[in-house]
């Protein structure tokens, strides 16, 4: 990730990161101007996913199969091996 120092545009450096949450990071900066020296602290955080995550899906998909009652757990494993 390139960061720039809003005082002078120059190419800055994260020198920390504090992860605050899951979805959210503080980073520390230092501009790389010694001339300079800002240092400042930026925010990284999650916005939206673009495609699910495969282990997410497939975590999903067996709780739901077991959430089913026996019954329906074979009628849909019959379905599924149809479908090949
Ligand atoms: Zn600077």
């Known amino acids: 990730m390139r960061v720039y120092c809003r005082e002078c545009g120059s190419k800055g450096r994260i020198t920390k ?3 605050l949450s899951r979805d ?4 520390y900066c230092q501009c790389n101007d010694a001339e300079c020296g800002h240092t400042w602290v930026m ?3 999650y916005r ?4 699910p995550s ?3 899906t497939t975590q999903l998909a067996f709780q739901l199969m077991r959430a089913l009652p026996p019954g329906a ?11 090949r």
């Open 17 to 19: 990161t504090n992860r």
């Open 24 to 27: 959210y990071t503080e980073l």
């Open 43 to 45: 925010g990284a955080g």
């Open 48 to 51: 939206h996913s673009l495609s």
């Open 54 to 56: 495969a282990k997410t």
């Open 73 to 83: 757990q074979k009628d849909l494993l019959r379905e599924m091996e149809g479908a």
